[in-house]
């Protein structure tokens, strides 16, 4: 499902080049969960974005999901991306000016499909919030926002979903809730999991922990 | 969906978000649009106004007009017979005497005959019972217009003389229908019957008297039949034939021109205000960088984001233009309302379709022109800026086919600048000056910034480093606000040393120079005692006399002169009767540029001296001929001399010089201009006048306060409209300080954290506006300095003057403009509360 091989990733700033990434090599099987730790500054979102066609490796291959990214331009990795990745951010990143239907419609409204909004209504109901389908982000507790953010990463049955640290802006109940919430919408999808997380015991959840550290990865083995 | 009807549905959906980022957009584009629509509204309106009256102000449909001399009998006959009906009026220039106290005023004569007036009503406000132009017991009734009334102290019953006539004012006009329209008027109408102009005794041959004939035409016929039936009949006559097309082109010109100026000043406000839609849309969607980041993350094409926003600036442009539009579309129903009872034109109100769609696609382009920049941008936004904390805002240019759309744009909005202007080489200068504003402003903020710098790298103190970095840090708004403020400046600064040279040449360096008087009407057989008068009268000095009579020219070379083609403004001496004269020597002072003047006892065919401007525009030189025709007779005479001539000076001068030998033998009048000290104006008036009851004197100085009246009129409109830039730049910079303002905020709490007293934060923000304003101040000043030369100089001729004080008001104004809008930023910020921004850091 996601072969990276030998990838760097070095980015220009004020003070010169940066080497986020230093020959990162990983493989992931379909359906498996990934959790990756690291300090801050480690590079696990650079390694992410890499993954999800949000930066560009700077060498090295990057297949994912079958597509060699590398080879594809910012508009095909966009395309890509609304058919084959769900993300889900700490800071859910739900579009303001949207209802919360609207939200989790706009992934198939990209994909030019007439059943958005029947879909993104189902998507909202699985989640518990299909009494919530006009509310506005600003209407929605944390929690039901970053529900709101599952349901919108799953409505396109993704093969790969991304989260950063989805729980980081939840008090505790909410935030278990939310993570049995998506360990259940990726069993029940068949999803490739990869989960960036500073809470050890949340890692532990996944079939596998990688570590990175200073741009560099090392597995600390199946979590038990 | 489509893209497009994707965008669509996206961009009502961040309409949802509210317009409040956008209130300082919708306000430049409000404003620049209304004073264009308004300025292009009423133009049109007073056009209209013309154009609806025509056949009134014309009075009639064919007005046929021959100085010196009536028509033929003949020519008279054809006329009524091809006609419905004519009216005859005579007019001349005349002095109106009391001779109870010798008080005197020029006037316009005007002598009526019964068929007058044939389009329009004659009205009086009062009037003495029974008939006011028969001619009673020897004494002409009158009708005067209630200004002579006023100068003169004239009641109903009062007598003047005019001429050799016995006068009676029996009426008060409130009305004259055919009353010409002009610019500046001289004398207040006068108006007796045809029967009295005999008394008057004032024609006389070569008198300057204008004899009109006012024709209707019979039904089924056309304008363009009846002026060829007309030319059929007198292929070679001396008389001028004007129909409805051509009722006022004078004033027609004057408004078209005025116009002109105040739409291009307009155009400036809008350009100033794209500055700040720029920066509105710039703002806005720097905003937007988390909502286009999760789109593209969620899969969104930039292409799509592009189209988004793109269809939601341009709705709010839409907004801003259709309400400015609006606005400036009941202008001509505002001014109708308020002023039309005392406005010399006539204003037809309506909406004019032609100024209103100008200034919606002056308006929509602006706001694309502007945007395009911002909207590149946001499209570059990567969806990796989720994930890393976006800094400072992103910088760099947008792709090349973004340059290209505001490339495009722009030349779209240049040349519709151009194309609608009556005078297309003056908006030319006009759209070459705004980008070489731009770029000047561009360089200067640049300037200023580097500047501020490099200053800021010395030890010095900390509030004053602190300004100076706020005005080069990454991000600064400098640039746009040097721009916007910078540009309102410019045009006040122009607009206020115009004003102030055109004043000074008016007010005080022509009446240094100019005469006293212009003597008109003397005639030949008067010179000699009028010398002798006038040479009497203690202090007076530079006496010049010159014969004068009345000539069109009707060919150059070979080619008649409606078929001429003209350059630059010269068309003015085709277009009517000219001035001419002969002498044997050249002028007192004359500067000859080409040729050689004629020997003084040249007997040979005629020559010519001209105007050298005049013979440029007509495309002739040294050995082309001039035809002429004077009192029916057409004269031709070859251009032996091209001299130059400064009209400023009110000296007497002609275009036209003809040699001796062929003009001195038609009837013909002289002018006179002489120089007296102010105290003798009136002794010598009056000693002229009385003795010689058929010459006219025009006080020049009563011209040059008419003409300054006209200049204060013109002048309170541009300063209006400058005024009204300056406001849209101060928008502008209020939008800036506004977008600036939360950074502004932290910078306050984190120096306050620091230990800094708000004194200390507060003085760095003063110091840090003031810098702005004065930098703006003095760039805006040369600017504007150097505009207004060039304008003085080169359009106008004229010998321009510094005036420092105009220029330190203007510097001054900026400098409160931009302290009033930063303490009112500084005060804002201070006074938010620490914690909460801390406690979210």
């Known amino acids: 499902m996601i072969e990276l091989r030998n990838v760097h990733v070095k980015l220009a700033s004020a003070a010169g080049e940066v080497n986020i990434l230093r020959g990162i090599d990983l493989s992931v099987g379909a359906g498996e969960s990934v959790g990756v730790v690291g300090p801050s500054g480690a590079g696990k979102s650079t390694m992410m974005m890499v993954i999800g066609g949000l930066e560009r490796a700077s060498s090295g291959s990057v297949t994912v999901a079958g597509a060699d990214l590398t080879g594809l331009n910012e508009d095909k990795l966009a395309l890509w991306r609304r058919d084959a990745v769900g993300i889900v951010f700490q800071a859910f990143r739900l579009v303001p000016t949207m209802t919360a239907l609207e939200n989790v419609a706009v992934p198939l409204e990209l994909a030019g499909r007439r059943d958005a909004f029947e879909r993104a209504a189902v998507a909202l109901q699985d989640v518990g919030l299909g009494h919530r389908l006009d509310h506005y982000p600003e209407q929605l507790s944390g929690g039901e926002q970053q529900r709101v953010a599952l349901a919108r990463a799953f409505v396109i049955r993704p093969k790969l979903l991304i989260a950063d640290e989805p729980t980081g802006n939840l008090d505790g109940t909410t935030g278990k809730q939310i993570i049995e919430l998506m360990f259940k919408m990726k069993e029940e999808a068949g999803t490739t999991l990869l989960l960036i997380t500073h809470d050890p015991a949340l890692a532990q959840r996944c079939d596998r922990v990688v570590r990175i550290a200073d741009g560099q990865l090392s597995a600390l083995g199946a979590a038990a | ?841």
């Not at chain 2, 561009?442 to 300037?447: K, P, S, T, V, W």
Request: one cysteine or more; proline letters at 5%; glycine letters at 10%.
């Open chain 2, 1 to 841: 969906m489509t893209g497009w009807g994707l965008a669509l549905t996206y961009a009502r959906r961040e309409l949802r978000g509210g317009v409040k980022g956008f209130r300082i957009f919708l306000a430049c584009l409000f404003l620049g649009v209304a004073v264009i629509a308004a300025v292009g509204s009423l133009s049109s309106a007073i056009v209209g106004g013309l154009a609806r009256d025509a056949r009134s102000i014309l009075g009639g449909d064919i007005s046929v007009r021959q100085i010196h001399q009536p028509i033929s009998p003949e020519q008279l006959t054809w006329l009524k017979t091809e006609g419905a009906s004519v009216s005859e009026i005579i007019e001349m220039r005349a002095m109106a005497i009391r001779p109870d106290d010798g008080r005197r005023n020029l006037v316009q004569l005007k002598a009526a005959g019964d068929t007058y007036p044939l389009v329009g009503t004659l009205t009086f406000s009062e009037q003495l019972p029974g008939s006011v132009f028969a001619v009673t017991d020897g004494v002409v009734g009158a009708a005067v217009e209630k200004s002579l009334a006023t100068r003169l102290d004239l009641k109903l019953g009062d007598k003047l003389k005019v001429g050799e006539a016995a006068v009676e004012v029996r009426a008060l006009i409130e009305k004259e229908p055919d009353r010409a329209v002009s610019a500046i008027d001289f004398g207040p109408r006068l108006m007796i019957g045809m029967a009295g102009i005999a008394q008057t005794d004032l024609l006389q041959p070569g008198s300057l008297a204008e004899f009109h004939y006012k024709v209707t035409l019979k039904p089924g016929d056309s304008i363009a039949n009846f002026r060829a039936r007309l030319l059929a009949a007198f292929p070679d006559p001396q008389w001028r034939v004007r129909d409805l097309s051509q009722a006022s082109p004078q004033i027609e010109r004057f408004v078209e021109r005025i116009g002109l100026f105040l739409t291009l000043v307009g155009l400036t406000a809008l350009l100033v205000g794209g500055v700040g839609v720029g920066n509105a849309v710039g703002s806005y969607l720097n905003g937007k960088t988390t909502t286009i980041a999760t789109w593209k993350a969620l899969g969104a094409p930039a292409g799509l984001i592009f189209k988004t926003y793109l269809m939601l600036v341009m709705a709010m442009a839409l907004i801003g233009t259709l309400g400015g539009t609006l606005l400036g579309s009941l202008a001509p129903f505002a001014v109708e309302a308020f002023f039309g009872a005392i406005l010399p034109v006539p204003i037809a109100a309506s909406f004019y379709a032609v100024p209103l769609l100008s200034s919606l696609a002056f308006g929509i382009l602006t706001a694309l022109a502007f945007s395009l920049w911002p909207l590149g941008r946001a499209r570059e936004v990567p969806a990796a800026a989720l994930f890393r904390d976006v800094v400072a805002p992103r910088g760099g240019r947008p792709r090349w086919t973004y340059l290209a759309g505001i490339a495009v744009t722009s030349i779209l909005l240049a040349g519709l600048a151009i194309v609608g202007a009556d005078r297309q080489d003056l908006a030319a200068w006009f759209v070459g000056g705004v980008i070489g504003s731009f770029l000047l402003f561009r360089i200067a903020a640049r300037g200023l910034m580097a500047l501020a710098k490099w200053i800021g790298e010395s030890r010095l103190n900390p509030r004053l480093r602190l300004a100076l970095a706020n005005l080069h840090r990454p991000g600064a708004p400098t640039g746009s606000m040097v721009l916007s403020l910078g540009l309102g400046l410019t045009v006040l600064v122009t607009v206020a040393l115009l004003e102030g040279n055109l004043n000074n040449q008016v007010a005080e360096r022509l009446p240094e120079r100019a005469p006293s008087f212009f003597f008109i009407d003397i005639q030949s057989t008067q010179v000699a005692e009028f010398d002798e008068l006038v040479k009497a009268t203690p202090g007076q000095s530079d006496l010049q006399r010159t014969p004068t009579l009345r000539g069109r020219i009707v060919r150059v070379n070979d080619t008649p002169s409606d078929q001429v083609k003209t350059t630059g403004d010269q068309g003015w001496v085709l277009d009517s009767d000219r001035g001419l004269t002969y002498a044997a020597e050249p002028p007192p002072g004359a500067k000859i540029v080409a040729g050689q003047w004629w020997a003084p006892d040249y007997s040979g065919p005629p020559l010519i001296a001209f105007e050298s401007r005049a013979a440029a525009g007509l495309g002739v030189g040294i050995g082309d001929t001039l035809t002429v025709n004077v009192l029916g007779r057409e004269v031709t005479g070859k251009i032996a001399v091209l001299r130059e001539i400064e009209w400023g000076s009110l000296a007497l001068n002609f275009a036209i010089v003809f040699s001796p030998g062929l003009l001195d033998k038609a009837p013909h009048t002289h002018i006179a201009t002489v120089h007296v000290p102010p105290a003798q104006e009136d002794k010598l008036l009056r000693a002229v006048t009385d003795r010689f009851p058929n010459i006219t004197a025009v006080r020049v100085q009563d011209a040059l306060d008419a003409a300054t009246e006209v200049l204060e009129g013109i002048a309170a409109a541009a300063r209006a409209v400058t005024l009204l830039t300056l406001s849209v730049g101060t928008l502008v910079l209020a939008g800036a300080m506004l977008a600036g303002h939360q950074r502004r905020v932290y910078d306050a709490v984190v120096l306050k954290v620091l230990g800094a007293t708000r004194r200390d934060i507060a003085s760095a923000f003063l110091l840090e506006y003031g810098l702005l304003g004065l930098g703006t101040a003095l760039v805006a000043a040369a600017v504007g300095i150097t505009a207004s030369w060039a304008v003085t100089v080169f359009l106008m001729r004229a010998q321009w003057v510094f005036l420092p004080g105009t220029v330190l008001v203007t510097i001054l104004i900026c400098l409160v403009l931009t302290l009033g809008i930063g303490f009112a930023g500084t005060w804002r910020a201070l006074g938010q509360k620490a914690a909460p921004l801390l406690r979210n850091a």
